[in-house]
């Protein structure tokens, strides 16, 4: 390789790195990281439990009942 393209591709690494680093820093910044544990504490909530507004079981239908 020569001295010219060795110093294109530093060039263009630099400019990737820089952009990877502010991409993070932004993201740390706006506050894309603060809740660790959110997730994790959701997972084990039921997901019918009705008191959740957009789970709640209509008391009209009878899911459980088999028709024939």
Known sequence: MTTTTLLFLL???IIFVGIAAAGILWAIKSGQYDDM???AQRILMDDDDPMIPFKR???NLNQNKIEK
Request: proline share 22%; glycine share 22%; aromatic share 0%.
């Open 11 to 13: 060039g263009v690494t």
């Open 37 to 39: 544990e959110g997730p």
């Open 57 to 59: 079981l209509n008391p």
